[in-house]
Each structure stands twice: as C-alpha cells, then as structure tokens.
C-alpha cells in the first residue's frame, strides 16, 4: 500500500480497503478453531429483543471485554470493535434491554444454513456484529439499571397497544418490529413498504429537516444581528435531537450507518467543507466503511446510498434569480388583486415543480430500488412504483412528522404530569389522545396495504437465470442513459445494448420452448439437489421446472425449513410444478415440512409408508412399494422385509436411475435394515448413496457399504449439530474404502447435474457462492484435537 502511495493511488486504496477489512475482520472474530460448542461463561449487556413465544425469548447481547490478561492486539480488538452474541433462552427471567447479565450458554459459531434462494442468516449475522450464537444455561442478574429508552417504551407501548396501528407506530417510534404479525410482513413485501417500517436515511433526514424548519420559524424572532451563525447552531441542534431519535430507536448497527451519514453531511454543510453534493455522498460512504468495513454485507447500505445516489441524478440544480428593480417597482403599482394572481401563479409554479421533482425521483427510485431488492431478494414487487409514489411522500410529508411532533408532545406532557403526581391511567388517557392523530394518519397507508391482498401479481419471485438476465439488460440500459456523460458513440452503446438484451431474449425463447415440450420427455441432463436443512433432510430432483421431493426438513412450532430452505430455493432454480413428495418415515426431521410443502403444491402425489394425517390434509397417493417413471428416471422401491416396528428401519429405500448412474435413498435405516436387505440380496449397489441415518453408529455397517459400493457418499448433518453427528469412526469405513464423502452441514447445499455418461458436483460454499462471508465460521479455542 506504501510502496504504491505516490504512483498508483487507486491500487493503493485498493490495499488499504484489503488491508483494514482484513484487520476488522480479525478484531470481529477472534478464536475460531473449536468446531464443537462450547459452554462459557461471559458478561453482556442486553442489547435488543429478537422475538419471543411462550417458552423461548431469542436476543442480541453486546458482549463486554473480558479482563483477564490478553495479547495487545486481543486488547485492541475488545475494546474497539462492538461484538454480539445471539441467544435463546427457555423459559427466561424477565430481560430487558440495558441489562447486564453473567451468562452460562453453549456457543457455537455463526454458520447457518447455506442453499440456493434462501435467507443467508450468515452473512446477515457478520454485518450486524454477531460472532456466536447459542443457548443460556445459567445467568445471573449483574445490573438492573433500566436504561432511559426502556423506561420510555415501558411508559409508552402500553398506550400504543391499545391504538389500531400502534403496531406500526412502535416500528417508526422505537425502532421495535416484535408487534408486527405476519399478515403485516406479506403486506409490507408485496408492496414494497418494509423500508418505511425500518429506521433509515428517511426517518432520520425528515426528523432532521422537521426540527431544522421548526427551530429556525422559532428563531425567526430573534435579529440575525444578534446571532450571525444562528443557521449553523440550529443545524446542530436538529442533529442533536436525530441522534435522540437513534438512540430511542436502539442504536441498531443500519440505524448507526444512517446517523453517520446523515451527521457527517450536516457537518460538511456546516463547516461548508466539499461543497459539490456527490464530494459530500462519496465522503460520507468513505467515513461509514472506514468505521464499518462489513456495512457491505447489509442490504441497507446499498439501499440508503443508491437512493441518494437516484436522488443527485434525478434532482437538477435550477439557477434562481431575484425578480428585477422594474418588476418589483411594476408590482407596487398593481392592485391588491393582481398581487394575489401573481402570488397564486408562482405558488402553483412551486407546486408544479415540486410535483415533477418528485415524480422524477420516485420513477427513478423505483425502478432502480426494485432492480436492487430483486438482486438483493430474489423478488420482484410490481405494484411497488404507484404505490410508493403515494406512500413515501405521505409518510415524509404527513405521518413521520405527525409521530414524531406527537411522541415529543406526548413525551413532555408525561413528565410534567408525572412531576405534578397525576395519577398514571390519566396520563395514559391524554397519551392515547395525543398520539391518535398519528394514528389516524396511518389509516390510508393500512388501507393500501390490505388493498394490496387483492392485487394481482402482488409479489413475484424471480430465478437466478431471469435475474442474471435482467441484471444484464439494466446495465445495457444504464449505458443508454449515461451516454451523454460519458461521449461514447452512439452506434456502439446501441450495439452493447443489443448485447446486453440478449440473455433476456434466450430466456424467452427457452421458456416458450419448455412449455411445448411433451410433459414426460426426457431430458438428458437431470440434477439432485441435497438441501442443506439443518439436522434434517430434503433433497429435490429437478428435471426443468419439473421437481421430485424426497423428505420435508423438520418444524419447531411455527417454524418449518420447508419456508425457511425448500420453498425459495424451489423459486429460485425455477421449479414450479412438484409432481411427487416422498416421506422416508414419521420422524420430524424428514415430514416437518410436509403441510407446508403440500399446501405450496396441491397437484403433486404423496408417498409414504405411514398414516400422514397428523401432518397434512391431502390423502396418500401410493405406498413405497410401486416402482414409477418420472420423465424417464427409473424409480424403484426396495420393499421392507423386516417389519420390527422400529420406526427409522420402517423408512422408505429407493433407488433413482437414469441408465447410467443409481443414486440409492436410505432415509433412517439402522443396521438391522441393511442386514435384512443384505440377507434378501436386494441390489443396492450405487454409484451415490446418502448416508443412512444421518452418519450415526446404528448405520452404515462395513458390510453394506462393501454392497453398495459407492464413488459417492453424502451425508445430510446440520454443521456443530447436538448429536454429533456424523460419527468420526462412520465417516472413517468411507474413507478407508477410498470413497469421498460431503456433509451438508460443511458445505452446504450439494447440487449434482447427471448427464449421459457422468456427474458434476457443485458445493454452495465451494462452487456455487465462494465468497468469505460463506465459509464455515467456527468459535472458541480448541482445547484438544477434535
């Protein structure tokens, strides 16, 4: 970076930008060698509340240094950079935030569940500062100190759960989403309003110019001679009460990128320091990843800056010139009716402006903010652009003023009273008078978002092929648009966007193609999907957008992996028509997501070899004894001749082949089952085999591997997994047999594509996302060999 300083300044900032993130990631995440959780014991303080039910209470703690003796550079790390744990706890004490605790959990790292379309809680983690995640075994209360926002929220949540949309007032007021149910989330998606519910740019840049406007009409009374830097001091007044609004809204690390911002602009305005807007932007993105390197990894960040960025494009700065000595002097002489046309004639030139200034943005806003969420999301909300050119400027113009002026006025009005002695449902009642004006300003915005349910094609889900296709077209048509800028000729950027338009047209044809195709051909390439889930399995055969289920992922209550894994990856890779769900057997980690999957798909036939009522409404199709063709794959079922009541030897064995290559399904099969199928001299002789039970000792017994005799074996096995599972001395009969072996846990999402005469192999975290932020993120210090 030195040696290139002088001569190479961009390859210098090049390193530096290596350099510091390398360093930061270092100080985030030190001593991760233990693969195996951990207990410790640690001092946090409550930070926020994630969610809760009846038995458990998940939240973020802020991790405080340790004082024992620590390398300079540990010392460093500790005490510069904010770390956080994310916790569950079962049946808790009551938390809440600003206390602080001596916990006793069992840690683990922060690697997640890794597949194709889904949430990547990994690299969400890394961004917000969270470097372990595990569950509270023993805590202690060190300090009960309620801090002021959590006396606030004590004072007033109880007001705003008895108001219609206190839900979404206690979002905007206190940055706390808890109230939201999902109904309101589906709604917020599929128009394209979740960035109004979250603290950002926005919120903090309408406060700022709210109490900017209000403080300078309040000073309009006092001379300017009196105070020739008034304009400066209510600058830094109005910032002083948006960081109030941050700290109320908790602080969250996007809130805190936002207020950076945000103050680093007021104080560039202020000291009239880079006076070109985009040097004020470019600045403010320098000093944010400067403090924040892995503020990259949120979508936040993206968001707010591309935003501003939209907002310098679309704004066009307009020369305004005082009106001249004659016009003024012809103005005196005109009567008072006159003035009032004239005066009315440039108040609807202002409105007339401000309306074309703001459809400008909100087009250019929507249509680039939606490109972005699509990349960002993997969904596309078309109704988003007319509607959030009706929500954005009523919640800048009307509601986030209304709160906030509310909230302010409710705020005095209860510590005067409360000082008074007033008794304390008295000062509720005036809270809940005052704060329903903002209430009442949200009823147009709750209608919209109930309208909403009846829209057609509210939300669309997009693949990774149209998003990689429209990605291209956008950037064909950002070359159009910025051809003037950039004095290219124009026969060229017609032929790059030609270029760029192509893959859009392929995909096109592509599809028009698949639809005529005969609905049982054949393809001679074929994938098998074995979907990281956890402790669990599911694994998807994919022939075009036709797609054959073998196991669910387990559910916890109102939590299910076929939502949280199955369903978007189904969505991204483009499988829309499930023609088969097979359940191995009755176990929660192979049917949880049964009802779920049969509700997403009501066509496709379900299989099993056990009752399925408890688990979906939909009636069996078959047992896993009939042998079936799908599109040309052979499916064979391999019957149960032990029948010992045990429920995981009871499970489904199947065997999928294309001519060339035979893939055997094992389900939960312990050592009697291959014993039994040793015994019938069943052949189970395959060139892939999933491990039977997950890797456990009942299973995989030499004798059955020498039969199967696999190139092969996958075993489904959540990463640091309670069991332990797979077992070191199972994996080690694979290995001594010379066979490779993948663990979903380790690599995530393994997709395998067939074709006439072999396989490939692609791992999410090796081949199909290699970036850092997926590898395996292990923690604590390895105390012994593992």
């Known amino acids: 970076m030195l040696f ?34 951990q207990q410790i014991q640690f001092t946090a303080q409550i930070v926020t509340l994630v ?21 300079l550079f540990e010392a460093i790390a500790f005490s510069n950079v904010q770390r956080y744990y994310r916790l569950t706890w079962q049946k808790p004490a009551k938390v809440e935030p600003g206390q602080i605790w001596q916990f006793s959990a069992r840690m683990k790292g922060i690697s997640s569940i890794q597949n194709q379309g889904g949430f990547n809680q990994q690299k969400h983690f890394i961004s917000q500062h969270i470097v372990a995640k595990g569950r509270v075994k023993q805590a202690a209360l060190i300090s009960s100190d309620t801090s002021v926002r959590q006396y606030i929220m004590d004072r007033t949540l109880p007001i705003l759960q008895g108001l219609s949309q206190g839900d979404i007032l206690q979002a905007l007021i206190f940055g706390d989403k808890r109230a939201l149910d999902e109904t309101r989330w589906q709604q917020l998606r599929q128009t394209g309003a979740g960035h109004l519910v979250a603290i950002s740019g926005l919120h903090l840049s309408v406060v700022f110019g709210l109490f900017y406007g209000v403080l300078l009409f309040c000073s309009a009374v006092l001379p300017a001679s009196q105070h020739g830097g008034k304009v400066q001091v209510i600058m830094l007044a109005a910032a002083l009460i948006t960081l109030g609004y941050g700290y109320l809204s908790g602080f969250g690390i996007a809130t805190q990128r936002a207020l950076l911002m945000m103050l680093l602009l007021v104080v560039f305005s202020v000291i009239k320091q880079f006076s070109h807007s985009w040097d004020r932007l470019l600045y403010a993105l320098f000093f944010v990843l400067l403090l924040d390197p892995v503020a990259t990894l949120g979508a936040g960040l993206w968001l707010s800056f591309l935003a501003l960025a939209i907002i310098l494009l679309a704004v066009k700065p307009q020369s305004s010139t005082a009106p001249s000595a004659s016009i003024r002097a012809e103005v005196t002489v005109i009567n008072i009716w006159q003035r009032l046309f004239i005066k009315c004639r440039e108040v609807g030139g202002y409105l007339l402006n401000a309306v ?20 960002l999301f993997g969904m596309v909300t078309p109704h988003s652009i007319w509607l959030n050119l009706l929500f954005v400027p009523w919640f800048s113009v009307v509601v986030i003023p209304l709160t906030m002026l509310s909230f302010c006025l409710w705020l005095l009005s209860s510590t005067l009273l409360t000082s008074l002695g007033v008794e304390q449902h008295v000062i509720e ?6 704060l329903r004006l903002a209430d009442v300003s949200l009823v147009p915005f709750v209608e919209l978002l109930q309208f909403s349910d009846h829209l057609p094609l509210a939300l669309l889900p997009i693949t990774e092929q149209v998003l990689a296709a429209v990605l291209f077209m956008l950037i064909g048509l950002t070359l159009v648009y910025l051809r003037p800028h950039i004095g290219v000729d124009k026969r060229l950027i017609r032929y790059c966007l030609m270029i760029m338009c192509l893959p859009v047209g392929v995909h096109l044809l592509s599809s028009l193609q ?20 956890a402790q669990g399995m599911a694994i998807v055969l994919q022939q075009g957008k036709h797609g054959f289920i073998y196991d669910a992922g387990a559910a916890f209550g109102e939590f299910s992996y076929a939502d949280r894994a199955i369903l978007p990856f189904l969505t991204s890779r483009g499988i829309t028509d499930i023609d088969y769900i097979i359940v191995s057997h009755d176990d929660n980690d192979h049917v949880g997501g049964l009802r779920v999957l049969s509700n997403a798909f009501p066509a496709s036939q379900l299989i099993a070899d056990f009752d399925l009522a408890g688990h979906t409404n939909k009636p069996l199709s078959q047992r896993c004894r009939d042998n079936l063709v799908w599109h040309g794959l052979d499916v064979h079922f391999i019957d149960n001749q032990l029948l010992n009541g045990n429920d995981n030897n009871n499970s489904c064995v199947m065997s999928v082949t294309d001519g060339n290559t035979r893939v055997l399904f094992t389900g939960d099969i312990e050592s009697p089952r291959e014993q039994s199928l040793l015994q019938t001299q069943t052949d189970v002789e395959a060139d892939i085999l999933l491990v039977p039970h997950h890797g456990s000792r009942t299973s995989s017994t030499p004798a059955f591997i020498d039969a199967v005799r696999p190139d092969l074996a996958i075993v489904t096995a959540g990463f640091a997994n309670q069991y332990g599972f797979p077992k070191n001395d199972v994996m080690a009969r694979y290995q001594q047999r010379h066979i490779r072996t993948l663990q979903t846990g380790h690599e995530g999402q393994i997709s395998i594509t067939f074709t006439k005469n072999d396989y490939r192999i692609a791992t999410y975290r090796q081949h199909l996302a290699p970036f850092w932020y997926n590898h395996l993120f292990k923690f604590g210090e390895s105390l012994k060999a593992e």
């Open 51 to 71: 969610s809760q039910n009846s038995d458990w209470i998940s939240f973020d703690v802020r991790v405080m240094p340790p004082r024992q003796d620590r390398s």
């Open 429 to 434: 009642n005036i809270g809940t008078t005052i």
């Open 514 to 533: 698949r639809r005529d195709e005969p609905h049982h051909q054949f393809n001679d390439v074929w994938q098998m999907h074995v979907l990281d889930v």
């Open 356 to 375: 074309k200034t703001l459809w400008s943005i909100q087009w250019r806003l929507a249509l680039g903010l939606g490109g972005l969420q699509a990349i």
């Open 4 to 37: 290139c300083l002088k001569k190479a300044s961009f390859l210098a900032g090049c390193f530096f930008a290596i350099l510091w993130l390398s360093a930061f990631f270092q100080c985030l995440y030190l001593h991760q060698n233990a693969e195996k959780p």
